[in-house]
């Protein structure tokens, strides 16, 4: 391991103790104001960070070993909630964020460009916001906040449902999904165009731009512009570590020799730490990842049989997405410091999560990526990881290292793709430490509601709208009070999930699971380590209705034809004929469908070969 490790043990350490003492007093302040009668009656300020396919033990307090001072000061000046769930992919989420209502109501049932033929033309499955749903900046911009942001859009195609149309005051966005991160403007696949916006105009972006540093730059200049006799919304939706995994030059280095011992060696370091921080059970069990059979291209085989040059190509790409993350969370603290400073920090509910967990897939994942354009178009060489102009990306070892201990990653409705840790600190949330509370990202918005003093059920510009379906996680927070027992459902490309209580039940399609309901006991495995769907009839009986229902009242269309990710993607190299042979068979193999239909084909086959020898016996 290199030098630069240890001395990653030592700076950011005391720069991050520094801060966590900063904000205790902080806080303490000002609950000491609040109990001498001086409360702060200023309405709340709200700053919401969103990290963009980060996984949910990355962080210093969820027991990772990446360096996040910053973030873990701010953990330590409030709470964690650590059953806080989100959509499987990027969209959904920010649809439920800025507006409550699920993603199905919100417009945004699925991803921009991945509808299939029974999902086109309906307004839930546009992939935008419409205008059927209220956002929180059209609410608070109603009761007299200024609003900003800066970052990630991703649901809104057309003008009317930009930003600036949505109730932001200003806003400097890349309204697509993804991009380079850096001032090129290279599109992330061939499906999607790069573009960005400031308010309503289209703009080129500056040579020295990288997305999480200039995103923070604009934020802090909307702050520094803004009228101080009134309180704000900021909403700072990063791309990092979105792919391209990508860092400016003096990043490249900060984690070199970091990740050389492997995945599994940093999976089992960080469930000791959750372990330990009582983040999960002592004898709950890990569930298997996914396992590629020998025979094809993207196999992998174990850590200790792979040369060097195939470990340092694998560890590469996780020394990058851990630079994109403390990059990230320096750039919180310049933020957090900056309202220190203007004496604002005390009366800001600052949020902080990830839109989902961190991402498995390749470039070739993405819908209309060619291995031909990727190459041509990319450098794809790992002595280039990281720099402009090539698509370093995670895969799916390293992707779930990074969701430890959960199974699976984003895109799929496991606790590896919908869980993430928010962190809350502000004016009435103590330093609690870790809730388990049941939460969703559909109760941000009526938990800001209640903060603000807005009552969606009587306000008029909820007339005729979809309301909240989330509720306010403000009493929970602020005093731990117990939230009323309550399912949380979610539903993308035909995936499902239900949670209650002990149970969590799950519905996977193909490469995933085989589209039977499987059920989890989340109490015991939260790891989904064992499926007692027999075992438990009744559960699933109860959950599959109470998700039947749900799917009727938001307007679940589940797709058809069924979505199917080709397992072509899982490998990014060269593929010839004998390549290209090896995962027909594959798919051939683990495709019911394609299974069923070649079976057919051959049975006629053979019928017509019997068929013909028998009449030429008869002759």
């Given amino acids: 391991m290199s030098s630069r490790v240890g ?50 033990s990355d962080l210093g307090v969820m027991g990772g070993e990446i360096q996040t001072p910053n973030l873990d000061a701010l953990a330590g000046s409030g709470i964690v909630m650590s059953h806080f769930y989100v959509a499987p992919t990027c969209a959904p989420t920010r649809a439920m964020l800025l507006t409550g209502a699920s993603n199905h109501e919100a417009g945004v049932g699925t991803q921009q460009g991945q509808q299939v033929a029974n999902q086109l033309d309906d307004i839930r499955y546009a992939g935008e916001l419409h205008d059927g749903v209220v956002t929180i900046a059209e609410v608070l911009g109603a009761k007299g906040y200024q609003s900003w942001i800066a970052g990630k859009w991703h649901v809104g195609v057309h003008p009317d449902q930009y930003p600036n149309a949505r109730g932001f005051d200003r806003s400097f966005v890349l309204k697509e999904g993804g991009a380079s991160h850096f001032g090129d403007e290279l599109i992330l696949n061939q499906s999607e165009l790069v573009t960005y916006l400031e308010d309503d105009q289209v703009v080129a972006l500056p040579p020295d731009f990288y997305s999480t540093i200039s995103y923070t730059d604009k934020m802090i200049g909307y ?19 979105h792919d391209p995994l990508q860092v400016p030059d003096e990043w490249l280095e900060h984690y070199r020799g970091a990740y050389d011992e492997g995945p599994e060696v940093i999976q089992l370091r960080r469930l000791e730490r959750l372990k330990e921080k009582g983040l999960f059970p002592e004898t709950a069990a890990l569930a298997e990842g996914i396992s590629i059979p020998k025979f094809l291209p993207s196999y992998l085989p174990p850590w200790g ?25 320096t750039e919180i603290g310049r933020v957090l410091r900056y309202l220190e400073a203007e004496g604002e920090l005390n009366n800001t509910y600052v949020l902080f999560f990830s839109d989902n967990g961190s991402s498995a897939a390749t470039p070739l994942n993405y819908p209309g990526t060619t291995r031909e354009w990727l190459f041509d178009e990319r450098d794809m060489d790992v002595g280039s990881a990281g720099k402009p102009r090539s698509h370093t990306f995670l895969g799916r070892e390293w992707a779930q290292a990074s969701n430890t201990p959960w199974r699976f990653f984003k895109a799929v409705t496991t606790e590896g793709g919908t869980r993430s840790p928010l962190i809350v600190a502000g004016p009435t949330i103590p330093t609690g430490g870790f809730l388990d509370t049941l939460a969703h990202i559909s ?36 005093s731990g009070r117990t939230l009323p027992e309550r399912y949380l459902f979610t539903e993308l490309f035909g995936n499902k999930a239900v949670w209650k209580g002990q149970w969590k039940l799950v519905q996977l399609q193909n490469p995933f699971g085989d589209g039977s309901w499987e059920l989890y006991d989340m109490y015991n495995d939260p790891g989904e380590s064992k499926n007692v769907a027999e075992d438990h009839p009744d559960v699933v009986a109860e959950y599959s209705s109470a998700f039947e229902t749900y799917a009727k009242e938001v307007g679940v269309i589940e797709p058809n034809p069924q979505i199917v990710r080709s397992i072509r993607g899982t490998y990014v190299g060269e593929c010839g004929f004998e390549c290209e042979m090896r995962f027909s068979v594959a798919e051939l193999i683990i495709d019911p469908p394609l299974r069923s239909i070649v079976f057919i084909a051959l049975l006629a086959f053979v019928s017509l070969i019997l068929g013909a020898l028998w009449r030429r016996g008869l002759s």
């Fill in 7 to 56: 001395v990653l043990k030592s700076a950011p350490v005391l720069v991050g103790a520094l801060w966590v003492v900063s904000l205790f007093f902080s806080v303490q302040a000002n609950s000491q104001n609040n109990s001498d009668g001086n409360e702060d009656e200023r309405p709340p300020n709200f700053l919401i960070i969103v990290a963009d396919d980060m996984g949910w």
């Fill in 443 to 478: 109760d941000i918005a009526p938990t800001i509601y209640e903060l603000a003093g807005v009552e969606p059920k009587s306000d008029p510009l909820f007339a005729d709208k979809a309301q909240p379906r989330g509720i306010s996680l403000h009493g929970n927070w602020e």
């Fill in 305 to 329: 049989e792979r040369t060097n040059e195939q470990r340092h190509q694998s560890s590469r790409a996780m020394e990058v997405y851990a630079s994109m993350i403390e990059l990230m969370d």
């Fill in 223 to 241: 702050l520094k512009a803004r009228d101080k006799t009134k309180p704000f919304l900021s909403y700072l939706a990063y791309t990092a570590p």
